[in-house]
């Protein structure tokens, strides 16, 4: 007799096709993805994608939508984006477990959470959105959020899913008394696209993600200020913060050296060939829980220059870029060292090194081992 899969009802601000929220995206695309032979999917998620307000052409909404044999998507329509229908979804489908992406979401995580009377188990991926970093920024709805799940009483039994040590430590700070599963992400593509060549003038970084205090633009455009050497820095990624974003243009016009642009939002699909042009990817974000850009630039071959508030440390010693801490000197200084290694030889050491880190690091049967441990 055939075994009849668990399924894993999930709630999702944005999905795909959207693409525009980035990682939490990625995460739950490439989860379901690697988890179908084991799992039945149910996603419940908005018919438009981030800052987007046109619904998704020739989708249905506000119906069950089959998409393969593992995998069934609800786009609830802005009309019907009420409470009730979360309840109505809730009632009327059965599922084994329930998945949250996020600590701030009415909608798809505290809407869920209460209406979740059947004692499901839940289980929450924070997102990296309970890092220090992040709840620094618009604190006080943020506070506002956690104070209702906690009087909520529904965050008694669920567990949260976190992808890195340091993030657990950042759930373990605010929810102390809730199981905590450390499993990390599932990355999006393993393939590799052959290397190009880079002319070593003028250096040429990419940053890839939205345009928001938590990811650092200001001080990855602070940092290029006194280079003595000519540098181009392409942010590519939506802009998540309007008055934020026009700080970073306007410390952008006044450095002459750099050459600063912002390429809007990328296509998953064209992300591997994009990084392809540049010598180096600069993230100094204030906290990632998993950071799928930088994976995928790894994976492409393109090293890194990053915060040391991500999971990829020891990347020096690894000869696959710099995990340094958030202070403009180090980061400048090591910049730096760059225009001599690109000159050199050792670039395209580092390079096959940067592919080689991150694959020893990625252990696709193990992770699905994990995550059958988390739905069990």
Same mark, same amino acid.
């Given at each position: /007799?055939?075994?009849?899969?668990?399924?894993?009802?999930?709630?999702?601000?944005?999905?795909?096709?959207?693409?525009?929220?980035? =990682?939490?995206?990625?995460?739950?695309?490439?989860?379901?993805?690697?988890?179908?032979?084991?799992?039945?999917?149910?996603?419940?998620?908005?018919?438009?994608?981030?800052?987007?307000?046109?619904?998704?052409? @020739?989708?249905?909404?506000?119906?069950?939508?089959?998409?393969?044999? %593992?995998?069934?998507?609800?786009?609830?329509?802005?009309?019907?984006?009420?409470?009730?229908?979360?309840?109505?979804?809730?009632?009327? $489908?059965?599922?084994?477990?329930?998945? *949250?992406?996020?600590?701030?979401?009415?909608?798809?995580?505290?809407?869920?959470?209460?209406?979740?009377?059947?004692?499901?188990?839940?289980?929450?991926?924070?997102?990296? /959105?309970?890092?220090?970093?992040?709840?620094?920024?618009?604190?006080?709805?943020?506070?506002?959020?956690?104070?209702?799940?906690?009087?909520?009483?529904?965050?008694?039994?669920?567990?949260?899913?976190?992808?890195?040590?340091?993030?657990?430590?950042?759930?373990?700070?605010?929810? %102390?008394?809730?199981?905590?599963?450390?499993? %990390?992400?599932?990355?999006?593509?393993? $393939?590799?696209?052959?290397?190009?060549?880079?002319?070593?003038?003028?250096?040429?970084?990419? @940053?890839?993600?939205?345009?928001?205090?938590?990811?650092?633009?200001?001080?990855?455009?602070?940092? *290029?200020?006194?280079?003595?050497?000519?540098?181009?820095?392409?942010?590519?990624?939506?802009?998540?913060?309007?008055?934020?974003?026009?700080?970073?243009?306007?410390? &952008?016009?006044?450095?002459?050296?750099?050459?600063?642009?912002?390429? =809007?939002?990328?296509?998953?699909?064209?992300?591997?060939?994009?990084?392809?042009?540049?010598?180096?990817?600069?993230?100094?974000?204030?906290?990632?829980?998993?950071?799928? &850009?930088?994976?995928?630039?790894? *994976?492409?071959?393109?090293?890194?220059?990053?915060?040391?508030?991500?999971?990829?440390?020891?990347?020096?010693?690894? @000869? %696959?870029?710099?995990?340094?801490?958030?202070?403009?000197?180090?980061?400048?200084?090591?910049?730096?060292?760059?225009?001599?290694?690109?000159?050199?030889?050792?670039?395209?050491? /580092?390079?096959?090194?940067?592919?080689?880190?991150?694959?020893?690091?990625? @252990?696709?049967?193990?992770?699905?081992?994990?995550?059958?441990?988390?739905?069990?």
């Amino acid at each position: /007799m055939k075994s009849i899969k668990p399924t894993i009802l999930i709630f999702i601000d944005w999905f795909e096709p959207g693409f525009r929220a980035g =990682g939490p995206i990625r995460s739950v695309a490439n989860m379901v993805s690697f988890l179908s032979s084991q799992y039945n999917f149910k996603l419940v998620t908005r018919d438009t994608d981030y800052t987007e307000t046109i619904p998704y052409p @020739n989708i249905e909404t506000d119906v069950w939508l089959r998409i393969n044999s %593992s995998t069934e998507i609800y786009y609830i329509s802005a009309s019907n984006l009420k409470l009730r229908t979360i309840e109505k979804i809730l009632s009327n $489908t059965q599922r084994d477990f329930v998945y *949250l992406n996020s600590m701030y979401s009415v909608y798809f995580s505290l809407a869920p959470l209460w209406f979740n009377k059947n004692n499901t188990k839940v289980v929450l991926a924070p997102r990296g /959105m309970l890092s220090p970093g992040s709840l620094r920024v618009k604190s006080f709805k943020k506070k506002l959020f956690l104070k209702l799940f906690k009087l909520s009483g529904r965050l008694k039994k669920v567990i949260f899913q976190v992808t890195s040590t340091s993030e657990l430590s950042d759930v373990q700070s605010v929810f %102390s008394k809730n199981e905590i599963f450390n499993a %990390s992400n599932f990355p999006s593509n393993i $393939t590799e696209a052959p290397v190009k060549n880079i002319t070593p003038i003028p250096l040429k970084l990419i @940053n890839i993600g939205r345009i928001s205090p938590e990811k650092n633009n200001l001080f990855a455009i602070e940092i *290029l200020k006194d280079l003595n050497f000519p540098v181009v820095l392409d942010f590519y990624g939506p802009i998540n913060d309007r008055e934020y974003y026009e700080k970073c243009v306007e410390l &952008s016009q006044s450095i002459s050296n750099v050459k600063i642009n912002f390429r =809007g939002v990328i296509r998953p699909n064209q992300i591997a060939q994009t990084l392809k042009d540049y010598h180096f990817f600069l993230s100094p974000s204030t906290g990632e829980n998993y950071g799928h &850009s930088i994976v995928e630039s790894l *994976l492409n071959s393109t090293p890194v220059i990053i915060s040391d508030k991500t999971p990829w440390k020891d990347l020096k010693i690894a @000869n %696959s870029g710099f995990d340094l801490p958030l202070e403009t000197q180090i980061f400048k200084e090591t910049l730096m060292t760059i225009p001599e290694l690109i000159k050199s030889e050792k670039i395209n050491k /580092m390079r096959n090194d940067s592919r080689k880190y991150i694959l020893k690091k990625i @252990n696709i049967p193990g992770l699905v081992e994990q995550y059958c441990k988390l739905f069990s």
